[in-house]
C-alpha cells in the first residue's frame, strides 16, 4: 500500500509547507511553526493554513534517483540514450501530474528512465 502524504504550496507567502494533517471538514491543513523559546532553542507550536490560500500536492509514492520523494507538481529530469552508446543520448524534464487514466496509478512521468527531482512549478519555473 502506498504512503498518503501531501506537501503545500502556500500562495500567500510564496513557500512550501510541510503538511502534518489535512481537514477535509474545515478545509484547512495543520502545519508545524517554529517558535523561538527563551533559551534560544527553537519549538514547535502548529498553524493552519486554508485551502483557499494554498495548492495541495500529493506524494507519489515513487522517489527519484537520488531518494528524493517524487511530488505532484516537481520537475522531473531524464536522460535518455536512443541507441545504448552515449552517442544520442536526450535530456528532457517533465511535471509530474495526477490523470484519471495514466499508466502508473494515476501519475503521469516516465518512472523507468530514473527521473531526478530537479524542483517543482512553483519554486522553479525556470527549470521548464
Known amino acids: 500500500m502506498r504512503e498518503i502524504k ?9 513557500n512550501m509547507l510541510a503538511v502534518l494533517q ?3 471538514v474545515e478545509k484547512s491543513i495543520v502545519i508545524p511553526k517554529p517558535v523561538l523559546v527563551n533559551d ?12 483557499q490560500d494554498i495548492e495541495l500536492m500529493q506524494y507519489t509514492g515513487l ?17 535518455y540514450d536512443r541507441d545504448k552508446t552515449g552517442d544520442s543520448r536526450v535530456e528532457f524534464t517533465e511535471i509530474v501530474e495526477f490523470e ?29
Open 100 to 128: 484519471e487514466m495514466a499508466e502508473y496509478n494515476g501519475w503521469s512521468f516516465h518512472k523507468n528512465l530514473n527521473p531526478e527531482v530537479i524542483g517543482n512549478i512553483y519554486e522553479n519555473k525556470e527549470e521548464l
Open 22 to 24: 489535512v481537514d477535509w
Open 63 to 79: 522517489k527519484d534517483k537520488n531518494g528524493k520523494e517524487i511530488y505532484e507538481g516537481d520537475i522531473l529530469k531524464y536522460w
Open 40 to 51: 534560544g532553542d527553537i519549538d514547535f507550536s502548529f498553524d493552519k493554513r486554508r485551502f
Open 6 to 14: 501531501v506537501r503545500a504550496w502556500d500562495k500567500i507567502d510564496k
